[in-house]
């Protein structure tokens, strides 16, 4: 057992035996040796099944919303991604800060290529920090979905996003795994409206794409959960980076989820907003 994983198993059983918190979410062993799942820990010797490799990738902070009224804080596991999808969550008032005990791990990197653009390896909102922080290596590129796609002809665009959302079986894994998709009720679930139809076919496909991406917008923390979860592999990223990366060139440095205080930047507007387009 590595260092790390051992101060992480002492700070969940410390936490459940003194009784300060309901229970600790982190990850867990899968009968996949290369895959972890979340892992509810709520009695000390839980604190044992605690695993940490570079398996431990899925996103544990979305699991707060099953439960906005504990009786007792609730621990968490905190990297730099977790810790931005709290501070979403938080921002979006959605969860209480009051009702968090961040125990705060400065990660190392995943098996995953979306750890390659991770610009916030140590957790920036926590309670404890378990080990001392490390720099994060120089990201590599940013967009690099958002940049292949720009690269095409309009009509090579629709191409390319027409081919990836006939394959879209609109399971809806994206949108449930998302910190930044935390409506209390999803446009999608609204049958009655008829919003979104439900039948296989590509113009409703498409909506539903271009609507996660635009209600999901300058609020995506970049963690890639939405491409993880993915049953058919759908490079998905490519919109909120290109919504992103438009963000980024038009006003200046923006990251989602650094702080639970900054606006959004299509949350606001202003009488002074140009409006060319009008
Ligand atoms: S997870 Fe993939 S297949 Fe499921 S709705 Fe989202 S894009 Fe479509
Ligand atoms: S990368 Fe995907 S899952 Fe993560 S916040 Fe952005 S849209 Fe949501």
């Not at 918190?21 to 604190?47: C, H, N, Q």
């Not at 439960?67 to 209480?96: E, H, Q, T």
């Not at 909102?125 to 922080?133: G, H, K």
Request: with cysteine.
């Amino acid at each position: 057992m590595n260092d790390n994983l051992a101060k992480m198993r002492e700070a969940a059983k410390r936490a459940l035996e003194s009784g300060d918190v309901g229970y600790v979410i982190g990850w867990g062993a899968t009968k996949f040796p290369d895959k972890t799942s979340p892992l509810f820990m709520r009695k000390p010797e839980d604190a044992e099944r605690l695993v940490w490799n570079e398996y431990a990738i899925p996103g544990i902070a979305k699991y707060l919303l099953d439960d906005l009224y504990p009786d007792k804080p609730i621990g968490v596991f905190v990297r730099g991604c977790d810790s931005r999808a709290i501070n979403r969550m938080m921002k979006d008032n959605r969860i209480k800060r009051e009702n968090l005990r961040l125990l705060g791990i400065p990660c190392d990197g995943k098996d995953d290529e979306r750890c390659t653009i991770c610009r916030n390896r140590n957790p920036l909102v926590y309670d404890e920090l378990l080990w001392d922080e490390a720099p994060t290596p120089e990201p590599k590129d940013r967009y690099f979905r958002a940049n292949a796609v720009e690269a095409m002809s309009a009509d090579g665009r629709y191409a390319y996003w027409s081919e990836v959302f006939d394959q879209c079986i609109r399971c809806y894994a994206c949108r449930n795994i998302c910190p930044a998709c935390n409506c209390k009720e999803c446009y999608v679930d609204m049958t009655a409206t008829g919003f979104q139809g439900k039948q296989h076919s590509r113009s409703d496909n498409l909506i539903f794409g271009v609507t996660r991406a635009f209600h999901v917008g300058d609020r995506c923390i970049e963690c890639g959960e939405c491409e993880r979860v993915c049953p058919m592999g759908l490079p998905i990223m490519g919109q909120t980076q290109k919504i992103l990366k438009d963000i980024n060139e038009l006003v200046g440095d923006y990251e989602s989820g650094v702080d639970a205080e900054s606006e959004n930047y299509l949350g606001v507007f202003d009488l002074d907003d140009k409006d060319e387009f009008m």
